[in-house]
T-cell receptor
């Protein structure tokens, strides 16, 4: 089955700096890669996703890049703010017939004011 | 919409007792997922339903765990008998999709402690 590895497990950045979280996946058939943000005491919430037919997607301060050849994808957060502090999870799945998401182990991001 | 509703939010029980976790998905969603989150194992999919039918239960740890979805607006996850290693946060999520992959909306979770 699919295996998703995520790095780093913890990340601290100064407010205003950029943060990058990286994930690799094992199943070359995976074609859907969402990122979820989990705040303390809450369930994960989707913040951005990308499908394998594109290499990059942006939404304001958040961007995701995908390298299908290398089987890795990354989350980029620019101009970080205190409210970006949370745990971030990457995930992968083979869509169209299987909605099962395999999650990475999570990255605890701390924004230092 | 109220979002995905889970009850109870916290459950403390003794080893050997039966535990039932409940979930009400978002109205109109046709897929429902049960996850377990622990520090050691992260976020694991236990089982998911599509149109009330179990599609993949390969993540259910053992026979002590069972899940049902009697109708489109309600699902239960039951553990009988419970063990201390079942202590975790259990999330229910729902999505609207048919054959594709769509955003999963997570509930607030149930924190289970088995002593």
């Amino acid at each position: 089955g699919e295996n998703v590895e995520q790095h780093p497990s913890t990340l601290s950045v100064q407010e205003g700096d950029s943060a990058v979280i990286k994930c690799t996946y094992s199943d070359s058939a995976s074609n859907y890669f969402p990122w979820y943000k989990q705040e303390l005491g809450k369930g994960p919430q989707l913040i951005i996703d990308i499908r394998s037919n594109v290499g990059e997607k942006k939404d304001q301060r958040i961007a995701v890049t995908l390298n299908k050849t290398a089987k890795h994808f990354s989350l980029h957060i620019t101009e970080t703010q205190p409210e970006d502090s949370a745990v971030y999870f990457c995930a992968a799945s083979i869509s169209f017939g299987n909605e099962k998401l395999t999650f990475g182990t999570g990255t605890r991001l701390t924004i230092i004011p | 919409d109220a979002g995905v509703i889970q009850s109870p939010r916290h459950e403390v029980t003794e080893m050997g007792q039966e535990v039932t976790l409940r979930c009400k998905p978002i109205s109109g969603h046709n897929s429902l997922f049960w996850y377990r989150q622990t520090m050691m194992r992260g976020l694991e999919l236990l089982i998911y339903f599509n149109n009330n039918v179990p599609i993949d239960d390969s993540g259910m740890p053992e026979d002590r765990f069972s899940a049902k979805m009697p109708n489109a607006s309600f699902s239960t996850l039951k553990i009988q008998p419970s063990e201390p290693r079942d202590s975790a946060v259990y999330f229910c999520a729902s999505s609207f999709g048919a054959g594709g992959t769509y955003e999963q909306y997570f509930g607030p979770g149930t924190r289970l402690t088995v002593t």
